[in-house]
């Protein structure tokens, strides 16, 4: 199969071209399962032979320890494969989708997906050209991070989200 064509090209008789962003997706995420067997051959013989050398009292202890391992040594990996002067920026924005995935986790909301109900609630007739209607967009998204959310019990999604990257020593 080409990969540069969709799965599903050969139902249909021909081969079916991805988009670029098709492509990009399936680059970044497609390519995760290749990207944990490397990390893998790299890194769980040593990552075994230090959680064994711990004595840890129990199971899960140790598959706690693991993980911590493994994420902060990804973390790790993740900002030196930055330039030093962007690598900060980078991880403020990670800490950011870390606040996001939190605070989506404690209410039992996705953030991302009631911010693009009230988006497309903006009735493009209210406008009178294209661009209006894009600015439109634009301001609301903008805005609703700063308005009330009753799935947020009434806190804003960005006091919300302060507040748990605060929790978490990440502002």
């Keep these: 199969m080409n990969p540069d064509l969709g799965p599903n090209a050969a139902l249909f008789g021909q081969e079916e071209e991805q988009s670029e962003e098709e492509k990009a997706v399936e680059y970044v995420y497609g390519k995760n399962p290749n990207r944990v067997s490397a990390l893998s051959d790299l890194m769980f013989e040593n990552l075994k032979r230090q ?8 199971d899960e202890a140790k598959l706690k320890m693991a993980f911590k391992m493994t994420a902060t040594a990804i973390l790790d990996m993740l900002a030196d ?21 939190l605070t989506n986790f404690k209410f039992k909301v996705n953030l991302f997906e009631e911010q693009k109900k009230a988006l497309q609630a903006i009735d493009r007739e209210q406008f009178k050209s294209d661009e209006d209607y894009v600015q439109a967009l634009s301001n609301a998204e903008d805005l609703w991070w700063d308005i009330a959310q009753p799935l947020l019990n009434g806190r804003n999604p960005a006091d919300a989200i302060r507040e748990t990257v605060r929790k978490y020593g990440l502002e």
């Design 51 to 58: 959680i064994e050398s711990m004595n840890l009292p129990n």
């Design 81 to 101: 494969s930055q330039h030093p002067e962007t690598a900060p920026d980078m991880m403020s924005d990670f800490d950011m989708f870390i606040g996001v995935a």
